[in-house]
Nanobody
């Protein structure tokens, strides 16, 4: 059974940093794209970052230069390092993968950026 479990969220001041983790199980992690999404209250869910099975990265424009996605194919874990955090980064962050026509999501972890 596919499972994705996020951790690492919390409260941080503007300009601060957090590292999110997503521990996975139930599929061959090393063979799949992994994604980070976020959703703020009243807004649509947004794709933030993606990583290919071999480490190729892509980002939404608003986080380029501040966020870094990475993966550990031994630990079956994907990370999101978030630096220079801004108020607009406040959201629930979810990890995601797609297996065939099915999408899988973690439970989410709250990131709150506040002064």
């Amino acid at each position: 059974q596919v499972q994705l479990v996020e951790s690492g969220g919390g409260l941080v001041q503007p300009g601060g940093s957090l590292r999110l983790s997503c521990a996975t199980s139930g599929f061959t992690f090393s063979g799949y794209y992994m994604n980070w999404y976020r959703q703020a209250p009243g807004k649509e869910r947004e794709l933030v970052a993606s990583i290919t099975p071999v480490g190729g990265e892509s980002y939404v424009d608003s986080v380029k230069g501040r966020f870094t996605i990475s993966r550990d194919n031994v630990k079956n874990t994907v990370y999101l390092q978030m630096n220079s955090l801004e108020l607009e980064d406040t959201a629930v962050y979810y990890c995601n993968t797609r297996l065939s026509r099915n999408e899988y999501w973690g439970q989410g972890t709250q990131v709150t950026v506040s002064s």
